[in-house]
């Protein structure tokens, strides 16, 4: 469980130089990836349901790279696109042709596996994204000022 | 094109290039487009003029200017996409200097100039952090050592073939297509010969995650959500046919080998 979840460090920090993310926010980015893969591995344990351990997953990585970007004032994407790289369904991906080229029943599985984790991360990158944009309605700021 | 020297240049002439040479060079790093025209308007709102409009689609540019010597007109067609936020960032970094005041619109457009062609990790690095991918990754998924040994070698075949392949201007389709495959390749020949034993799936999956479109489906699901609904599709048809080319590769090395 340790080696991988340090394995997702190292990982998140090895994929930021292949995208260039600039230096002095690998070890932040690496964190947030760590962290989501962290949270990822418990829900997994706990509801033994991939799309529910991605949506929460997701919603720990969009939240965390909110706070950082704000925090560190620097664009959002620094953070979220390489913390949401863990959860990515690669592996899904892969089953899926592998299914198909042995012409497995569970080509449909592995395809639904895969549609379902996309879909969470994506509900949950909106769901945080529109959070974040909340701002007070002018009424309040108005009657605030009076 | 303008050089920050070129006096004989309307301001509002300099100002509209800087905008169109940030706004592409910030598409082609993979910016979101809210990102980019934001920061083009920002640009433009330096020349003081009453009006500007900046229309970005995931494949190029427009943008309009009412100066005082009638509409300045650009469009720009930007066919090609990688992914580097270093370059986002420092344009980013660019333009709120220049709205601050900090910077004239001359620096901006040499700075910007400069930004264009910038790489923090070449060579070396670059090829290593394939490997560090590939060999982390399996490691994350819960892979034993030799898993994730033959995971490096298989990233380094991967590395080995980009590197070799790009000078020949492969389309991108066939380039990852064709890095997976020499991957899958490595990875089920170990299988087959050296480590009967060995965890094959958890190797090929850390193997294509170099490749596996999570960057551009994140900024698909952000345009989307802010309204970019055009880029927000092709970039969705984008991770498809990445997704298509990484499958195609692996289930092709299955069926050579």
Not at chain 2, 156 to 181: D, K, R, Y
Request: aromatic share 10%; hydrophobic share 50%; charged share 15%.
């Amino acid at each position: 469980m340790l080696f991988k979840i340090i394995g997702a460090f190292i990982a998140v920090v090895a994929f930021c130089i292949m995208i260039e993310l600039p230096k002095k926010y690998m070890v932040q980015a690496g964190m947030t990836g760590m962290v989501g893969w962290a949270v990822y591995l418990l829900m997994d344990m706990v509801a033994h349901r991939v799309e529910i351990a991605a949506l929460v997953s997701a919603l720990c990585i969009a939240t965390m790279s909110h706070i950082l970007a704000r925090v560190l004032k620097a664009p959002v994407s620094n953070f979220l696109i390489p913390g949401i790289l863990p959860i990515v369904p690669g592996g899904s991906i892969y089953r899926c042709a592998y299914a198909f080229i042995r012409e497995s029943s569970y080509l449909s599985t592995y395809m639904n596996e895969a549609l379902k984790i996309a879909g969470s991360i994506a509900l949950a990158i909106f769901f945080v994204d529109s959070v974040f944009k909340l701002h007070l309605p002018k009424r309040f700021k108005k009657s605030k000022q009076t | 094109m303008a050089d920050g020297k070129n006096v004989s240049k309307s301001l509002e002439r300099v100002v509209a290039e800087t905008a169109m040479l940030a706004g592409e060079t910030m598409l082609i790093a993979g910016a979101e487009i809210s990102r980019v025209e934001d920061t083009m308007n920002r640009i433009l709102d330096y020349s003081k003029c009453e009006s500007h409009t900046a229309f970005v689609l995931a494949t190029g540019i427009t943008l309009t200017l009412d100066s005082d010597e009638g509409l300045i007109t650009m469009s720009k067609r930007v066919p090609e996409r990688t992914t580097n936020i270093n370059r986002i960032y420092l344009i980013n970094n660019v333009s709120r200097a220049l709205s601050a005041g900090k910077m004239d619109i001359y620096e901006a457009y040499s700075e910007i100039k400069k930004i264009k062609d910038v790489r923090q990790f070449t060579g070396i690095l670059y090829g290593l952090s394939f490997v560090g991918v590939a060999l982390f990754f399996t490691m994350m998924l819960g892979g034993d050592f030799t898993d994730c040994m033959v995971a490096g070698v298989a990233g380094l075949a991967m590395a080995i073939t980009q590197w070799a392949l790009v000078p020949f201007g492969f389309n991108s389709f066939f380039l990852n297509m064709i890095s997976t495959l020499s991957m899958a390749l490595t990875a089920v020949g170990f299988q087959r010969f050296v480590f009967a034993n060995m965890n094959i799936d958890l190797v090929i999956i850390g193997g294509i995650m170099p490749i596996v479109p999570g960057v551009i489906f994140t900024t698909a699901m952000r345009d989307t959500l802010n309204g970019d609904y055009t880029a927000g599709v092709s970039r969705m048809l984008e991770t498809g046919v990445v997704a298509f080319a990484v499958a195609v590769g692996v289930a092709l090395a299955y069926v050579i080998l």
